[in-house]
């Protein structure tokens, strides 16, 4: 029985694509606190911090941006590119104000700007610190002296102190006198980079980090060391504690000390008072993933906003997470650089969450409403696969390339997710696991092991109870199996593998059923109709197959990817089928008709990841390309304006029929233009020629009036009449007007101009062809008649 035309799905349009908006470098923050500006690759891109969303982004083609800094004004940017150019930009609009060159030998590195937004410095590799007044656009200071590349520019925050600080590779950070260029002190003390520098504007003191795992406590009046502090810890980063204020939850009681927050390999946040060396709090719930490389920076960098009071926390995997300062409380988490996205799973009560494996140990969860980013910590290697079920979307079944399963628990008050199982049998990665569908009684994994397990999963299943039981184990094929899944009402499991086939077991005890062989490489993915008993497998060949779980036949195959189908859904309640595959394509098909109704292009990689709601109006797509796309269902949408479109286009065609039963033809004309009619063109064309020259000089006018779409469409009917005699002076009317009333620029500004060209010459020379013949017929018969004549004359005068 086929299904309501109503019920089948026709579109699915990109609702919202996230895309990755950091990949290492620099991050800042507008004064608002509402705007995240952060390099990613050849540009800066401008994040609503609200939704996570990329709103604006900063780009000159082929010139990748190395560092950028945003002036006290709140819209001044300055950024410098590989190019040796810098550039002035309003990153509110996103326009380029201004472009020159650095006149540094080298790339710059390192940008400051003045209080004022006036003055900006930028140090290069080349050891040399230029200070720019980007109001009168010259340099009004060429410093030397520094060694190498520069870590560290920064002018004094005093506006009435002309002092700029700039520290390089030789470990000193040097001070000059902006009002004699001089330079009139040296910090010494480092034996590693310098990575911060934070000046009190009261006390003439300062304090500075370095990866030489200390903090030195300066006096800038005297420029020696007032303190050495060790951290032990690569610093990468330190912002100060206003002077004089107390802060009771990170032990800041001394109102008499300057105190700072310091950041670096160990991926905690730790306050320190500098006057007596002493650390007063050490954060221990820091959500830092470790580096696998020891010693690397964990934390690369800390910003402060004051107006929210926030304190953004960017690590080295290309996260940014949000703290209140005042507690450390999380405040939010982006994730700003996803990498290959391998599965997607929709999660929490009411599908609120999305959560995504990547090439992370971690899995993040999103806020689908704010895209705020929660990691689950505990796998120990890459998260491959993960599984929620309908019975109940709190539970999510994750697993990994440490031979294990996790199942993870949300609870929304408070919002917290927790890993409430484990199992470790497996002997090899697991890459694929599936949750029963109608209560939560087991799970069934995949191993690179041959294996297919069934576990055992209570529906009161808590942390006291976290190791999962293995109920069934079979070794289900020759090579890794790819997919698992579970059946609607939890009686059969199918699996495939690299082997080329598909087998499907029976839930209670695993024993085999069927085996399904057909397709001529290995399957990456297994799923059943919720509607019919067959079941669908995508494969490397590119095919999908359907096949009949009565007697395990093939029923149809689907034929259409060019590339391996990587992720199969049934929607439409069993009566279409989506499709993933490594083109980055995704198809939608009618099982029915076996057509693909709609073809959807906006990945650029291979489609690892796909998931569909339970109410099939969202479906989610993740790629190899980092972007994670969220696809809505436009079908109703899409009837309407179809619907719309008719009607309108019904009303215009009994307008067209009035205008023309009433002689309107000038009006008529162009409403048949308009509605792409060019047989009813050409009969109103001729009817204008037949009522005289004044029907067609007011033919003239209202031709020069048309739009340049007319215009083209009237064109490209030209081009077609032109091919038929019987038509081509309507045609060569219509060329005609086009060239004495438009210029040669104009008349190429149509689309169709150049096309056209190549027909409308052939055709002429056939048409001046046939009119010469013409006129050499014609001008043979007054000869013939003058001839005609002669002769009955003759005739007569015989006759006579």
């Given at each position: 029985m086929a299904p309501p035309p109503e019920r089948l799905k026709a579109n699915y349009n990109v609702s919202v694509k996230l895309e990755p908006f950091f990949t290492g470098g620099k991050v800042q923050v507008s004064k608002d606190g509402e705007f995240l500006l952060c390099q990613c690759g050849d540009r800066i891109q401008v994040i609503d911090t609200k939704y996570g969303k990329t709103i604006r982004s900063l780009i000159q083609e082929e010139d990748e941006v190395i560092t950028f800094v945003i002036g006290s004004d709140d819209e001044t940017l300055i950024s410098s590119h590989k190019s040796s150019l810098l550039r002035h930009w309003n990153w509110k609009d996103g326009s380029v104000v201004r472009t020159w060159k650095s006149l540094h030998l080298t790339p710059v590195v390192e940008l400051a700007f003045d209080t004022t937004t006036t003055l900006v410095a930028s140090g290069g590799t080349d050891g040399s610190l230029k200070v720019w007044d980007i109001r009168r656009q010259y340099c009004t200071h060429n410093l030397k002296g520094g060694s190498g590349v520069y870590s560290i520019v920064k002018f004094h925050p005093d506006?009435?102190?002309?002092?700029?600080?700039?520290?390089?590779?030789?470990?000193?950070?040097?001070?000059?006198?902006?009002?004699?260029?001089?330079?009139?002190?040296?910090?010494?003390?480092?034996?590693?980079?310098?990575?911060?520098?934070?000046?009190?504007?009261?006390?003439?003191?300062?304090?500075?980090?370095?990866?030489?795992?200390?903090?030195?406590?300066?006096?800038?009046?005297?420029?020696?060391?007032?303190?050495?502090?060790?951290?032990?810890?690569?610093?990468?980063?330190?912002?100060?504690?206003?002077?004089?204020k107390l802060v009771p939850h990170l032990n800041v009681t001394d109102v008499k000390s300057p105190h700072v927050i310091t950041a670096g390999e160990k991926g905690c946040l730790r306050v320190w008072n500098v006057k007596s060396g002493i650390e007063v709090f050490t954060q221990t719930d820091s959500l830092v993933t470790q580096p696998i490389v020891e010693g690397a920076p964990t934390i690369t960098q800390l910003e402060y906003n004051e107006t929210n009071d926030h304190l953004y926390v960017i690590t080295f995997d290309h996260n940014i997470i949000v703290h209140q300062r005042k507690d450390l409380a999380l405040v939010k988490q982006y994730a700003g650089y996803n990498d290959d996205i391998l599965d997607i799973a929709w999660f929490g009560e009411g599908e609120t969450h999305l959560a995504v494996a990547t090439n992370s140990i971690h899995v993040k969860v999103y806020d689908i409403e704010t895209m705020n980013c929660t990691l689950l910590k505990g796998h120990t290697d890459l998260v491959l696969a993960l599984a929620t079920s309908k019975s109940d979307f709190s539970i999510l079944v994750t697993s990994s390339k440490d031979n294990s399963v996790r199942v993870w628990k949300m609870s929304q008050s408070p919002f917290e997710i927790?890993?409430?199982?484990?199992?470790?049998?497996?002997?090899?990665?697991?890459?694929?696991?599936?949750?029963?569908?109608?209560?939560?009684?087991?799970?069934?994994?995949?191993?690179?092991?041959?294996?297919?397990k069934m576990w055992k999963l209570s529906p009161t299943q808590n942390e006291d109870d976290d190791n999962l039981s293995v109920l069934h184990t079979v070794v289900a094929h020759d090579k890794d199996i790819n997919a698992v899944c579970i059946s609607p009402n939890d009686n059969l499991i199918a699996s495939g593998s690299q082997d080329k086939v598909a087998k499907i077991w029976n839930s209670s005890d695993l024993k085999l059923l069927g085996v399904l062989r057909g397709h001529r490489r290995g399957l990456w993915a297994v799923q059943f109709s919720p509607a019919d008993q067959i079941l669908a497998s995508g494969s490397t060949d590119g095919n999908i197959m359907l096949w009949s779980l009565i007697?395990?036949?093939?029923?149809?195959?689907?034929?259409?990817?060019?590339?391996?189908?990587?992720?199969?859904?049934?929607?439409?309640?069993?009566?279409?089928?989506?499709?993933?595959?490594?083109?980055?394509?995704?198809?939608?098909?009618?099982?029915?008709?076996?057509?693909?109704?709609?073809?959807?292009?906006?990945?650029?990689?291979?489609?690892?990841?796909?998931?569909?709601?339970s109410d099939d109006s969202l479906l989610v797509s993740g790629a190899g390309d980092s972007t994670l796309i969220l696809w809505k269902d436009v079908t109703k949408e899409e009837r309407e304006a179809a619907v719309q479109e008719k009607e309108k286009r019904i009303l215009e065609e009994q307008q067209l029929a009035n205008l023309m039963q009433k002689g309107l033809l000038l009006e008529a004309l162009g409403l048949a233009i308009h509605l792409d009619q060019p047989f009813r063109t050409l009969n109103i064309l001729k009817d204008l020629m037949d009522q005289g020259e004044v029907a067609l000089a007011d033919l003239e006018k209202m031709v020069v009036k048309l739009s340049t779409n007319q215009k083209d469409s009237l064109l490209r009917y030209s081009t077609t009449w032109n091919t038929n005699s019987r038509h081509c002076h309507q045609a060569q009317m219509v060329i005609n007007i086009l060239l004495a009333n438009h210029t040669a620029d104009e008349l190429f500004s149509l689309p169709s101009m150049r096309g056209a060209i190549a027909g409308l010459l052939m055709y002429n020379e056939r048409h001046m062809q046939r009119i010469n013949r013409l006129r050499q017929n014609t001008a043979i018969l007054p000869y013939t008649a003058a001839k005609i004549q002669a002769t009955r004359g003759e005739e007569v005068m015989e006759t006579n």
């Open positions: 506006p009435k102190v002309s002092i700029i600080f700039g520290a390089s590779m030789d470990c000193k950070i040097r001070c000059w006198d902006l009002n004699t260029s001089k330079l009139i002190g040296m910090l010494e003390g480092h034996f590693s980079v310098v990575t911060g520098l934070t000046i009190s504007n009261t006390l003439k003191q300062a304090v500075s980090s370095g990866r030489d795992k200390v903090l030195i406590f300066w006096d800038l009046s005297t420029f020696s060391q007032l303190r050495i502090i060790p951290t032990y810890e690569c610093t990468e980063s330190l912002i100060p504690i206003e002077f004089g927790t890993c409430i199982a484990q199992g470790n049998a497996h002997t090899g990665s697991v890459g694929s696991v599936a949750l029963s569908r109608t209560k939560l009684s087991f799970l069934v994994s995949g191993s690179q092991d041959t294996c297919l007697d395990y036949s093939c029923l149809k195959t689907l034929e259409g990817h060019e590339s391996s189908v990587l992720r199969i859904h049934f929607v439409s309640k069993g009566y279409q089928l989506v499709s993933a595959a490594s083109d980055g394509l995704i198809k939608l098909w009618t099982i029915k008709t076996s057509e693909c109704v709609a073809t959807m292009d906006a990945h650029q990689s291979k489609v690892w990841a796909l998931a569909v709601k």
